[in-house]
């Protein structure tokens, strides 16, 4: 079997190394042709996964006719704000190709759609598309690591048949039928990292983050369920697990940002600095308009916006959260 991974990131390459590592003919299709070289001369990607060694199977490739011809499934594995023109860029190919697993976790900043719903709309109704998520810096997996995922999709046989093909002895990988609440979790997760970052930024210890995480799983869960997702997802990997990952982990990009934030740096600094994308920073804007419209009562989030856009003193917002109206735990 064939597999296409669209993007060259420290993600795709990872999904792609343990897919190549099965044997399967794996292709990674990079916007960079340093990327590609160095992925297939030197068997290693040192811009976005240095030190990690690369199958002998695996390929990288600038060419949609070498990296598309005879796939049968497409990882997308791109910023969240560019799957819309990436598609565009790659249909004619990719809508011939049955099966499209999200690797994406964000939401799209022009639509505040997510990327299963784009993926949706955009190719055949035959297309079989999923999401994959739960605990996994690409760092881990790449160095094998043991992770337990989540892969959702509506047919739960066809769900199956993408487990099997993604699950190594390393890599665990559950499954699910709710690609939505999957989205929304690890979408939302990143804006409460950056709180969480900010939070150790500003040095106010252990009990303050494990309040961070566990109240931001609260408004992950409120809006969650508001957008249509199954609450038990919010407490499975993709939800519960990945928050405590990027909350609590210096390999979070997310939590990263926050971290300079509380420490005073300014935002367009740190974002210069970074290699990828934060995501959280993007989402932070989406889930402020979807809570207005839902009317859904999000603090964490929406302090978060605060510091991003409105240039808000961490110390201040921290304020605000602390001297709110006393109440029961559970109003979800």
């Not at 040192?46 to 006719?65: C, M, N, R």
């Not at 999923?130 to 690409?138: C, D, E, H, M, R």
């Not at 740190?270 to 932070?284: F, H, N, P, W, Y």
Request: proline share 4%.
């Amino acid at each position: 079997m064939k597999i296409t991974v669209i993007g060259g990131g420290s993600w795709g390459t990872a999904l792609a190394k343990i897919l190549a590592e099965k044997e399967l003919d794996v292709y990674i299709l990079a916007r960079r042709e340093a990327v590609c070289e160095a992925i297939n001369k030197e068997k290693e990607n040192p811009f976005y996964l240095p030190g990690i060694k690369l199958p002998k199977k695996l390929k990288a490739t600038l060419d949609l006719e070498t990296a598309f011809k005879d796939s049968k499934v497409i990882l997308w594995v791109v910023p969240s704000f560019a799957l819309k023109e990436v598609i565009k860029n790659y249909k004619n190919y990719a809508e011939k190709i049955p099966y499209h697993i999200s690797g994406i976790k964000g939401i799209d900043l022009k639509t505040e759609k997510t990327p299963y719903t784009i993926l949706k709309e955009e190719f055949p109704k035959n297309s079989k598309i999923f999401v994959l998520g739960g605990p996994s810096f690409a760092k881990e997996v790449a160095k094998g690591l043991p992770t337990a995922v989540v892969l959702a999709g509506e047919n739960d046989e066809e769900t199956k048949k993408m487990q099997e093909l993604l699950a190594t002895p390393y890599f665990r990988v559950y499954r699910s039928e709710d690609p939505l609440g999957v989205e929304i979790a690890g979408a939302l997760k990143n804006v409460i990292a950056i709180a969480s970052g900010i939070s150790d930024g500003l040095e106010l210890g252990l009990n303050a983050r494990a309040s961070l995480i566990t109240r931001g799983l609260v408004e992950i869960i409120r809006l969650g369920t508001k957008l249509g997702g199954n609450l038990y997802t919010f407490y499975g990997l993709a939800g519960m697990g990945d928050l405590v990952l990027t909350c609590t982990g210096n390999l979070s990009r997310n939590y990263q940002v926050g971290y300079r934030l509380g420490k005073g740096e300014k935002l367009e600094n740190i974002l210069s600095d970074l290699r990828q994308v934060a995501e959280g920073v993007k989402t932070a804007k989406v889930v402020k308009n979807l809570a207005k419209k839902l009317k859904v009562e999000l603090p964490i989030c929406g302090e978060v916006y605060r510091v991003l856009y409105e240039g808000e003193d961490p110390k201040a917002c921290l304020k605000r959260l602390l001297s709110r109206s006393l109440k029961k735990e559970f109003e979800i």
